[in-house]
């Protein structure tokens, strides 16, 4: 019939596309792995209209397929999306963008890691992120001299992994108007050296002295870092991410992306306090494609463990002072009163255990005899509780939002920080699980590396990634392997009020599915970490495939 030229083999190539594309979206059929639906396991998953339309065994999901696509899994394993309850999208996509000191081991390293950066980027402003000294041989931190001996002409801005800390060289103290009489302010700190100098290392509150000197990033720059970041997650496996202290600016590059379809992943978004009018007048709102979502507020309570900022109860264990408190009750109750109103959601960073004690205080004065229950507020970090706090969340129905590998990090300096006694109650998922409190999981990226397989290990292990783990680093805080899946996937649903359709695998629900190609609720934790990302699927759309 055809004839392999003319008008009929453009009809035959038309009719041939018609064919493979047919006008109803069809079924998309995953069989040939296990697929842990959060319920249980299934051999066999059938997507119909961005929806799950069923689960169970392969032959009866042929069955209930019509033109389905059939993706193989080749022994891989699908979980209900794992979401990311707790990161910094932009910083995410910045840090990808900026100098990346992640892994960095020593002030040598530094300096040439920054010497090779200057070279291939030679004007302008360094900014990096992403050292920590706790494992460095010179056993100090680094200071601006260290920096000055290798850009004196150029400001150079590093923050610390945590984004508590920083160190600037000569030219960026300068360009900030920091020198020796320059007063901290509050809830901050500019370190000095024996001669009574800035020694470049400046803390919390500090920071923005130097962060509002530099040129802010352009639109372009901050659309190409969402952008990145969100590619990036996909290809991690990530179904979601909870994005933390969020910007206006950052609302409409994200709203805008969303519309042109290019939004690969659902951002449920908590914004800077600066720029919650909108949530706390009108409420949660989203874009018409729903998959970027306003929630509510994100606050900090307190600083962070590693630079002695986490506010606490009692003086620290290895220097004086007992931390930081960045927010006062009349400014909670304040920002509590117009999201009560609103419906909005509150999310506090508290990591010492005053800094919670204080939140949950805050949390109960608000909530008054009606309860919290409804509301799932929620605590950012809840690293370190007193025991009198730590039954608190359930009965208050306060969520604990907690980032497993931040355990693993800070269990090399922790115990110095905080004494034999305080560590029962820190980083205590376990504890936290046996009251009844969701426990949210998430990565705090920037922070840490901001990969699910990396979190889960760390969950269910509590181990740092060569395998170490410390004598007092309270393994018996180790989770199940079905508590570390609810923790990535069940609790973030919950914790943004997504759990009448997302969070498990059963029919009805949306078809947010996470592959990995080892099954992480059977192999041994040392293979947890390098599980690859097979698929992504989000909304019944496929956003990140392995090629093979
Ligand atoms: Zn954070």
Redo the contacts with the bound molecule.
């Keep these: 019939m055809r004839d392999g030229t003319g008008l009929g083999a453009i009809l035959g190539a038309t009719l041939s596309v018609m064919m493979a594309l047919p006008v109803a979206a069809s079924d998309l059929l995953l069989i040939g792995g296990t697929v842990h639906t959060g319920k249980g396991t299934a051999e066999a998953i059938l997507i119909r209209d961005a929806r799950i339309a069923f689960v169970g065994p392969a032959a009866q999901a042929r069955l209930a397929a019509s033109n389905a696509r059939i993706v193989d899994l080749h022994h891989a394993a699908a979980f209900p999306g794992f979401v990311d309850a707790?990161g910094?999208l932009t910083g995410i996509g910045m840090r990808e963008l900026t100098l990346a000191l992640e892994g960095t081991a020593s002030i040598k390293d530094l300096q040439s890691r920054l010497a090779a950066y200057a070279k291939a980027h030679p004007e302008g402003p360094i900014i990096g992120s992403g050292w920590i000294e706790t494992h460095w041989p010179e056993k100090r931190f680094p200071n601006r001299a260290d920096l000055d001996a290798v850009i004196a002409d150029r400001p150079v801005w590093l923050k610390r992994a945590d984004g508590h800390a920083g160190i600037a060289n000569s030219a960026a103290l300068a360009l900030a108007g920091i020198d020796r009489n320059t007063a901290d302010p509050d809830g901050g700190r500019i370190e000095h050296d024996a001669a009574g100098l800035p020694s470049g290392m400046v803390i919390d509150h500090a920071l923005g002295l130097i962060d509002t000197r530099l040129p802010p990033p352009t639109p372009a720059m901050r659309r190409a870092a969402l952008q990145r970041a969100m590619a990036l997650y996909a290809a991690r496996g990530w179904t979601g991410i909870h994005n933390?202290s969020v910007t206006a600016d950052d609302i409409a590059v994200l709203t805008e992306l969303a519309g042109q379809g290019k939004v690969p992943i659902r951002i449920d978004n908590f914004m800077t306090p600066e720029d919650s009018e909108r949530v706390l007048s009108d409420g949660p709102w989203s874009d018409p494609s729903g998959m970027v979502r306003i929630r509510g507020v994100k606050l900090y309570a307190d600083g962070a463990l590693g630079s002695r900022g986490a506010a606490l109860l009692q003086p620290y264990s290895d220097a004086p002072g007992n931390g930081l408190v960045l927010t006062s009750s009349e400014h909670y109750a304040t920002i509590f009163a117009a999201a009560l109103k609103a419906h909005a959601q509150i999310a506090v960073?508290a990591i010492g255990d005053r800094g919670n004690r204080l939140v949950l205080d805050a949390f109960q004065k608000a909530f008054g005899s009606a309860g919290g229950a409804a509301l799932r507020w929620r605590i950012?970090h809840a690293q370190i509780l007193d025991a009198a706090d730590l039954p608190r969340f359930a009965e208050m129905g306060v969520i604990a939002s907690m980032q497993p590998s931040h355990a693993v990090d800070d269990f090399y300096f922790a115990p110095a920080r905080l004494g034999a006694a305080r560590l029962t109650g820190a980083y205590a998922w376990k504890s936290l699980l046996a009251t009844g409190a969701v426990v949210a999981g998430g990565t705090?990226a920037p922070?840490e590396k901001g990969d699910p397989r990396i979190e889960f290990y760390a969950a269910v292990y509590r181990h740092d990634l060569g395998g170490f783990a410390g004598p007092d680093w309270h393994l018996e805080q180790a989770v199940s392997r079905d508590q570390a899946l609810r923790m990535f996937t069940a609790a973030p649903a919950y914790a943004v009020f997504r759990d009448n359709d997302l969070g498990t695998l059963e029919v009805g629900h949306i078809a947010d599915i996470s592959v990995f190609s080892a099954d992480l609720m059977t192999v041994p934790p040392k293979e947890i970490p390098g599980a690859r990302t097979v698929l992504t699927i989000v909304g019944g759309r496929i956003v990140y495939q392995e090629k093979r």
Excluded: A, L, Q, S
């Design positions: 707790h910094h933390m960073h950012e705090d922070v």
